[in-house]
């Protein structure tokens, strides 16, 4: 029997409609370097998004189905070609300006985009790529930049102003199938190639519900959220699409991502909230320490990318803003799970333990571990295994180019279609996981593994360690053993030694590092983590002075 309810498509254009109607006057706020950020109301954003869907329809032919790139900041006119782009049935494809230009070319060439919109500033990053982009007919400018390396390219090159200036400010969004593709985003390719992740409009809409909910990030209209975590960064965690379902301002950074400037914009704008990976919050952790400001409103912090460290969470706590640590993937869209302790423990001396566990799953996403045998195993809180997901924002392959069918590699998904994440970890009865590892970043140390981030986090805690990462090395006797890399904040004495003694006590005697180098900073991946394979590299080549205790 068939239920008797309304079979209404969830798409992007009905959040668009609704955030520039019910919620007309909340904000995207862009940052500058001017005196004033600029400020953009969601009617407006909603006007200029028909304008732009005008534009690329009827002056760029952009049909559906075609790919529409952006190489751009986190800004209002980012945000417009967010909601632009689907919604006219059209693919948003957000590019990496962090990748190296090579792979970005790749990347932009396997989706075969049509048009990339770009930043002004970002122009020199995408010139010399021209010439290798197939399929780019055209390249869409934002902003000020200089645009002189695009006289004579063969792209037909526009301004973003001046390409919607006076088109319409209504489009009649198409009633399109909710499970076509709506936004693409390509994974950072730590090994092989990217991989591109395409999500639906109905993944989409349902994400942006979960990331919503009360025990969620459980934004409402009476919050500002400083989006930190860049726009190519698997759609800024779903921020800007459920901004315009409930109603919340979004504060946009532009390209001003240092800790000096973050931090003014914390105490001149005043956000509730804010999203980023555990680095950026290092850095700004600095910046406070050293230069002290009103950053009291900012109340909730979310992190999640890679660990956060418990004692970066302790630090945030002490200011007064409350860390909610998150876990996911470009293949979980990104949100998996979410560090909100349960009801019976928040107050207790309980709540941190689970604050710092990767969280809690919601309704809509399945998990199970796999043991090295492929056996699953017990949710006891104890048994570590491979993580597997399944839900209705979960990749169930990856794009495979125009001609292809989806790829299903089998060391990414299982045989029964689940996600094979890479990731390590154990699962209590209540729900909460506590990852252990990356697969591939596990020390393999005498048949017993060593969880690098463990010992990451225990060392982040010494106060005069401002970062640490450690890294397998093989080791003659046991395989592999762990190479501690620190960096020492301004003026510190700490010597390898003290640091030792510092870790023993927290983790077991045989895990303690005995190869150490101190770094001036740790190499990091094009979304800001730790990037563990330039580590093992610069080691193997004898760059780093390790010293062996
Ligand atoms: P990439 O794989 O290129 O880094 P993603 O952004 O998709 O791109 O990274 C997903 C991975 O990041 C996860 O599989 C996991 O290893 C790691 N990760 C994300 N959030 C956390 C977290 N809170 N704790 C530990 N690891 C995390």
Redesign the pocket.
């Known amino acids: 029997m068939l239920s008797t309810m309304q079979d209404v498509p969830l798409l992007i254009s009905r959040i668009l409609r609704h955030g520039a109607t019910v919620h007309a006057s909340s904000q995207v706020i862009t940052w500058t370097d001017g005196a004033e950020p600029r400020r953009r109301s969601f009617a407006e954003i909603g006007s200029r998004t028909a304008q732009l869907a005008h534009a690329l329809r009827d002056e760029l032919g952009v049909r559906e189905g075609d790919r529409v790139g952006t190489l751009m900041w986190n800004h209002a006119e980012h945000v417009e070609t967010y909601f632009a782009a689907p919604s006219m049935g059209a693919v948003l494809h957000t590019l990496n300006l962090r990748l190296p230009p090579q792979q970005l070319a790749w990347v932009v060439n396997h989706a075969e985009d049509r048009v990339v919109l770009v930043d002004g500033s970002l122009l020199p990053l995408l010139v010399p790529l021209l010439p290798h982009l197939r399929s780019v007919e055209h390249v869409v400018v934002s902003g000020p930049g200089d645009r002189s390396g695009l006289e004579g390219v063969r792209p037909r090159v526009h301004d973003y102003e001046e390409l919607i200036a006076g088109r319409p400010t209504a489009y009649d969004w198409p009633e399109l199938d909710e499970r076509r593709a709506a936004a693409m985003c390509y994974?950072?390719g730590?090994t092989g190639d990217p991989k591109g992740v395409v999500f639906s409009h109905r993944s989409v809409y349902l994400h942006s519900m979960q990331v919503n909910m009360a025990q969620s990030m459980g934004l409402t209209d009476a919050d500002t959220s400083l989006v930190v975590v860049p726009q190519f960064?698997?759609n800024a965690w779903g921020l800007p699409h459920a901004a315009l379902m409930t109603g919340f301002n979004l504060l946009m950074p532009d390209r001003f991502l240092q800790p000096g400037p973050l931090a003014e914009m914390i105490e001149s704008v005043r956000p509730t909230h804010a999203a980023a990976v555990p680095t950026i919050w290092q850095g700004l952790l600095a910046e406070l320490t050293a230069r002290p400001r009103d950053v009291s409103t900012l109340g909730q912090v979310t992190i999640?990318?890679?660990?956060?460290p418990p004692a970066l969470m302790e630090a945030f706590d002490a200011l007064g803003m409350r860390v909610c640590?998150?876990?996911?993937?470009?293949?979980t869209s990104?949100l998996g799970t979410i560090a909100r302790a349960p009801g019976h423990a928040v107050g207790t001396d309980e709540e941190f333990g689970y604050r710092v566990t990767?969280g809690r799953f919601p309704a809509s996403v399945e998990a199970r571990l796999r043991g090295p045998d492929g056996d699953t195993l017990p949710w006891d809180g104890r048994s570590a295994g491979e993580l597997e997901v399944r839900g209705p924002w979960i990749a169930g392959a990856y794009y495979p180019g125009p001609d292809g069918e989806p790829l299903r590699p089998a060391e990414k998904f299982s045989e029964d279609g689940w996600l094979k994440?890479?990731?390590v970890g154990t699962i209590t009865q209540e729900g909460y996981l506590a990852?252990t590892d990356?697969a591939k970043d596990v020390i393999k140390s005498g048949g017993e593994w060593i969880s690098s981030?463990e010992l990451e986090n225990a060392l982040m805690g010494h106060p005069e360690v401002a970062e640490a990462a450690v890294v397998a090395v093989p080791d003659e006797k046991w395989g592999e053993r762990p190479l501690a890399t620190v960096v020492l904040k301004e003026g510190a004495t700490a010597d390898f030694e003290a640091l030792r003694a510092f870790l023993a006590g927290k983790v077991a005697r045989w895990q303690l590092p005995e190869r150490w180098s101190v770094v001036q900073t740790v190499p990091k991946?094009s979304?800001g983590?730790f990037d563990k394979k330039v580590i093992r590299k610069q080691y193997a080549d004898g760059d780093l002075d390790v010293t062996q205790l």
Request: aromatic content about 4%; charged content about 15%; overall charge neutral.
């Open positions: 994974t950072s730590t960064h698997v999640g990318g890679s660990a956060c640590h998150a876990w996911g993937m470009t293949e990104p990767q994440t890479g990731d990852l990356r981030v991946t979304v983590k």
